[in-house]
């Protein structure tokens, strides 16, 4: 390891030893050019041995980046906090851009800085960031070790609850370095929290920076602590790997994947489904009777015998907690109310190390003090611009492994992954869109993928409930052009020989008095009906937007599920089709996408043939089709 001389900081021989044993001259080159730039007073290197593991779980308490809580194995973490409008706590996309050569430019909402420009701000930024400070160098793997699916990930940082949330979250990675057969052929980031203010928290956020920089295969991101922002291995790394999957042969997604049985449990079907934030993602995941192999990213490649095959990014959760209750949630709610390894963001804590977050429940009794992602906390307390401050954030999270549920699939580390038999699709949509439709084929599956659309929520900093076009549920993150993207899938697909069913759910149909016409379990009964539908046991009614459920096979299953009498009034609340609203909606999609370049012609096939049949539906029978009349 060539170390710079001038530089005053300190490394054991141990630790020295773990860089020298990769035998990479890239790793070493990185990590002298972060110690360089970003001069620490201290590097501490850690390996897969589980001692090292443990100390960079103490270090973050020892550090105060955590603090212990009443159940053993609990800590939490606060993100910085301003205002309302000025935080840490959410990803922070106006600050987050691709570098890219002069000329070069990306598809709609992606930001673009041009590279060498990029490169000379944020480096500048980071100059002598973490003069003071530890750096800590850990090494990860993305996708099961040792398996077709394997990335390797270097992460530089100067915040020990980014890596010990990484450690919760992602496989190992120092053993799976010394096997690569290309030594270059790996993902890194520098990270660094930035100076901090007296509570441990980010101070300049006005200097918050997350630049990526494909050609590299790097991310620098500065001044900001906030997971979404700093974990490498998070959606940092998902944008590097969409980039490397679109110059390849296979797809890099913003996917759950679980696996769900039948009534008789008789045969177990794995799924993959695209959710943007707080839109029911982790909740499919983790329906009650499935299991789960991962609950956000996703690698697909095609199997030995041209079927699908899947495997999770991750080996943990990092998930909203908001509104995770025993009823709605049991699995979840079980594994972060009982002692284990689990780190929680931005919810309230009281004295005594409890733990509280909006809508835990009914039963709950909420206290009116405590201590918060704003700090000490009164019920009532309004932050700098007269917004009243509840008592855990909108985005608060919480991170445990996945091992630590009860459902965990026993899959989850194969190396050959998981067959995929169908993909599902939401957003959220209060006007639109059925609670469960099968595409026609799968170029249809890429349009409902494509033409997802969703009210902004608190996952991301701005306003809050703005109907948005979210492709995939992976817009934030593909920094190739969409174009590329969407034929990607195209031709993706068409290589298969054993295709999977494509699904588009929507948990959040209102009824005109504003009203939910689903309840939050009734998300099992669509899963089933399309994991019937893959097996051949259920029928359906076609229509110029997909297919949808009969009315007796979902009494079925509302019967035999839950022991209710599902009735024909809620049927038609919920299936009806609204072809203006089909319509009005392809119209928003075709301006969306009239000016993406190298769009695949299979997308606007299908739109104009989802168009003149939609219209035409609408000219035989109306606006408001019951599913008895189809």
């Known amino acids: 390891m060539n170390l710079p001389m001038y530089t005053d900081y300190l490394i ?229 790997a969409i980039n490397k999957a679109n110059n390849e042969d296979w797809l890099a997604e913003h996917m759950f994947i679980s696996a769900f049985s039948p009534i008789d449990g008789n045969r177990k079907t794995y799924f993959a489904g695209a959710y943007p934030s707080a839109c029911g993602k982790t909740s499919t995941a983790m329906i009650p009777g499935g299991s789960i192999v991962g609950d956000d990213i996703a690698y697909l490649r095609e199997g030995p015998d041209g079927e699908m095959r899947g495997a999770n990014v991750e080996h943990g959760i990092f998930g909203i907690i908001r509104d995770v209750n025993e009823k709605d949630d049991p699995e979840i709610f079980k594994a972060i109310t009982e002692p284990k390894e689990v780190i929680f963001s931005n919810i309230l804590t009281t004295d005594l190390g409890e733990t509280y977050w909006e809508g835990m429940g009914k039963k709950i009794q909420y206290p009116d003090t405590g201590i918060n992602f704003s700090g000490n906390w009164t019920k009532g307390n309004r932050d700098a611009e007269g917004v009243e401050i509840p008592l855990s954030h909108p985005n608060a999270r919480f991170t445990l492994k996945i091992n630590e549920l009860v459902n965990c699939d026993e899959k989850l580390h194969d190396p050959a992954g998981v067959e995929i038999s169908a993909i599902l699709y939401g957003g959220r949509d209060s006007d639109t869109t059925v609670p469960v439709v099968e595409s026609l084929s799968w170029a249809h599956g890429v349009f409902i993928g494509a033409t997802i659309e969703s009210e902004t929520t608190a996952a991301t900093i701005g306003k809050s409930g703005v109907r948005k076009s979210s492709p995939m549920a992976n817009m934030d993150f593909v920094i190739v052009p969409l174009g590329k993207y969407l034929s990607n899938h195209i031709k993706f697909g068409n290589k298969l ?38 097996h051949g046991d259920f029928g359906a009614i076609s229509t110029p937007i997909g297919n949808i459920p009969e009315f007796d096979d979902l009494h079925m299953l509302f019967d035999k599920v839950f022991h209710k009498d599902y009735t024909k009034e809620e049927y038609i609340n919920q299936f009806s089709i609204y072809t203006k609203s089909y319509l009005e909606k392809f119209a928003r999609m075709e301006a969306l996408f009239k000016d993406e370049e190298n769009m695949p012609p299979e997308f606007w096939e299908i739109m104009e043939s989802q168009k003149k049949n939609t219209l035409a539906l609408q000219e035989e029978k109306g606006e408001i089709i019951s599913p008895f009349d189809l």
């Open 12 to 240: 054991t021989d141990a630790d020295k030893a773990k860089i020298t044993a990769l035998d990479n001259p890239k790793v070493t080159k990185v990590i002298d050019e972060a110690i360089q730039l970003m001069n620490p007073k201290e590097v501490i290197v850690i390996n897969d041995d589980p001692k090292d593991i443990a100390r960079a779980r103490q270090l973050a308490l020892d550090m105060n980046e955590e603090k212990k809580l009443a159940i053993r194995g609990h800590s939490i973490h606060y993100d910085g906090f301003i205002s309302a409008t000025n935080h840490d706590q959410a990803r922070d996309k106006s600050h987050t851009a691709v570098l890219l050569p002069k000329g070069q430019k990306l598809s709609r909402g992606l930001n673009v800085v041009e590279r060498e420009a990029g490169l000379k701000e944020v480096l500048g930024i980071m100059n002598g960031v973490m003069r003071g400070k530890t750096m800590i160098v850990r090494f990860f793997c993305l996708g099961p070790t040792n398996s077709r699916f394997s990335l390797s990930a270097l992460q530089i940082t100067d915040s020990s609850y980014v890596s010990h949330s990484e450690d919760l979250l992602y496989r190992q990675g120092y053993e799976q370095f010394k096997k690569l057969a290309n030594k270059d052929d790996f993902f890194y980031f520098y990270h660094s929290a930035g100076e901090l203010n007296e509570r441990g928290n980010t101070k300049n956020i006005d200097k918050r920076r997350i630049y990526i920089d494909p050609i590299a295969n790097r991310v620098y991101s500065v001044n900001n602590q906030y997971a979404g922002n700093s974990l490498a291995c998070k959606k940092l790394a998902l944008r590097l």
């Open 497 to 534: 020989k054993k295709l999977p069913k494509v699904f588009a759910t929507n948990y959040f149909l209102k009824s005109d008095e504003g009203e939910y016409l689903n309840s939050k379990l009734d998300k099992k009964i669509w899963v089933l009906w399309a994991e019937g539908r893959i």
